[in-house]
């Protein structure tokens, strides 16, 4: 972490400090020696938490301190709510129930932003309700006409959300780079965790984003008559205002109070759950987050799906791979659990034990065992896979989280409206197929000709390869790479001290010339003194940020 960065957020940092100390979390600050970057961390220490906080529980106190800390924070949370690889399963429910649901921005604000994104209302809207039908933490929705009278919805980001939201990224990636430093033996890299987020974030920020995804549900959906997507208006779709198909129907977090029938729920979970199977299984591309708010019951027998900006990609080996381990658990064959767990996991096996793997999901199997097929819950196999990772200090690919999510999400919705739905039942079927598909005769036939063409490129370039070899080892071209733990530590700091010392020298030469300028100041004016004393505080400011420097580098 730059000096001149810290400095730059200090404010910040002082805010975040607060939040957490008040929800309890001041240990955490004093193992990675957080405290020691703001003068008044001392003191802000000495608050604590109140007695009703004290209370409460852990994951509880975190959710809070997250909602506490705004929008970026919030949807962190809710990134890692998908995240069984990273946080227990009681920290993943807390966060489930992230809530971001803030005060409205005011019109005005709202107003100036889409005149710079759209230019004059008039050549597109009729009318623009000022009031938002709905607002939350990055962005808010009001409902407008277009000019030809189509009613649609305006989803609007909040201004200046970027700029918060840039700010607090660059916060967290120094911090995670500060914890990974103090805590190496964490079960993920932290940094690389900030960095997914980073990226998911940038997808959160650009409204074109969503837009896309929701085109390319629309376009390989469109032979699904039961299932929906909302229409994009390009014409008034930008980076930061998108512009929608508003959808009339029942949102299925209230279909209690529509009271469907039972007849009318099976029918909706078969549906979400054939969609979301398929996109999964057979289109590679689905809907992340196919939660209740995020579905609509129309009134046409349709499921529409909303909020398309977490999407996720699969292809066929990882999907592959997902049926071997569901068949292999059905089926009580430990290799071909052990294999796919290795391939999901993305694992080399040098990296693990083999032996305590495959103790682990033994056990794991041993659940299962004399359990036919559809009554195997996907959450629960998923759940295990996720948990196998963590304790070996695996870190789950970004494409398997949300997969799992997307799996685990809508067996939920199913098993919630219809508490007989069985998802792996209601996709024995696909996963049969896929399996079979696997060992087919057109499928072995398919991969042995794949390997023999490899074999034979190999073969094709191998003289060559070896000649350009051989003819480096003439011309003493060879070089030989060899790491050395530490190494690179020394390189920094070997850096750090020379420039260090350089630094120095300016500020020493810098005192200097302003004392000569000072002492010359008598006998040529006051004006040399003046010059003298800027000399003199920008030393010592210069002194003082080399100081601070030097303490936060020896605590880290």
């Known amino acids: 972490m730059s000096m001149l960065q810290f400095v730059r957020h200090a404010g910040r940092y002082r805010e975040m400090l607060s939040v957490l100390v008040q929800f309890g979390f001041r240990e955490f600050f004093e193992d990675a020696k957080l405290d020691l970057l703001l003068e008044r961390g001392r003191r802000v220490f000495h608050r604590g938490p109140s007695e009703e906080i004290q209370r409460m529980g852990r994951p509880k ?38 809530q971001d649901n803030v005060p409205s921005v005011p ?180 809907h992340a987050d196919p939660h209740p708010g995020n579905m609509f019951w129309l009134d046409d027998q349709r499921l529409c799906f909303i909020d398309c900006g977490m999407a996720g990609r699969v292809d066929h080996e990882t999907v592959n791979e997902l049926a071997n381990l569901l068949y292999g658990v059905a089926t009580s064959d430990i290799g071909k659990v052990y294999e796919a767990f290795i391939a999901l996991g993305n694992v080399r096996e040098e990296t693990i034990s083999p032996r305590a793997v495959r103790r682990d999901l033994q056990d794991f199997m041993d659940q299962f065992t004399g359990v036919s097929f559809e009554k195997i819950q996907m959450s629960a196999v998923l759940q295990s896979f996720a948990d196998g990772l963590r304790k070996h200090r695996i870190q789950c690919p970004g494409d398997i989280v949300l997969m799992i999510k997307a799996l685990s999400t809508i067996e939920g919705v199913g098993e919630d409206l219809d508490p007989e739905f069985d998802l792996v039942g209601y996709a024995q079927p696909q996963l049969e197929a896929l399996v079979k598909r696997q060992y087919s005769r057109e499928a072995i036939w398919t991969r042995l000709k794949n390997s023999t063409t490899k074999y034979i490129k190999l073969a094709e370039h191998l003289p060559h390869r070896v000649s350009s070899i051989l003819e480096r080892f003439s011309r003493n071209e060879v070089r030989v790479g060899v790491e050395i733990d530490g190494l690179q530590q020394l390189t920094r700091t070997m850096k750090h001290s020379s420039r260090q010392l350089s630094y120095t020298l300016l500020i020493a030469a810098m005192i200097l010339a302003s004392s000569v300028l000072v002492l010359a100041a008598d006998k040529q004016g006051s004006v040399l003194g003046w010059i003298g004393f800027v000399g003199f505080l920008v030393s010592f400011v210069l002194a003082f940020f080399i100081v601070m420097e030097n303490i936060v580098r020896r605590n880290a």
Do not use: C
């Not at 106190?61 to 227990?88: C, N």
């Not at 998911?200 to 376009?219: K, P, S, V, Y």
């Open 61 to 98: 106190r975190l959710r809070l301190a997250l909602e506490a800390l705004g929008p970026t924070f919030i949807k962190l949370g809710q990134v890692l709510s998908t995240r069984p690889d990273i946080l227990p399963p009681e920290y993943i429910e807390e966060f489930q129930h992230l």
């Open 107 to 286: 019109w005005p604000e709202i107003k100036k932003q889409m005149l710079e994104d759209l230019g004059d209302f008039d050549e597109f809207f009729q009318s623009i309700d000022e009031v938002p039908m709905a607002a939350a933490s990055m962005a808010q929705a009001h409902r407008a006409v277009l000019k030809d009278g189509q009613p649609i919805v305006l989803k609007v980001l909040r201004p200046g959300i970027a700029r918060i939201v840039t700010e607090d990224l660059e916060i967290l990636h120094s911090v995670a780079e500060w914890v990974a430093r103090h805590h190496p033996d964490l079960p993920f890299d932290a940094v690389a965790v900030v960095e997914e987020f980073q990226q998911a974030m940038g997808h959160e920020l650009d409204l074109m984003h969503e837009a896309r995804n929701i085109e390319t549900f629309r376009r390989r959906l469109e032979d699904e008559p039961s299932t929906y997507f909302p229409e994009v208006y390009w014409s008034v779709t930008r980076n930061r205002v998108l512009g929608l198909e508003e959808i009339k129907g029942t949102q299925l977090s209230h279909w209690k109070q529509a009271n469907l029938s039972p007849e009318e729920r099976k029918k909706i979970v078969e549906i979400g759950a054939g969609s979301i199977l398929r996109q999964v299984l057979d289109i590679g591309f689905f």
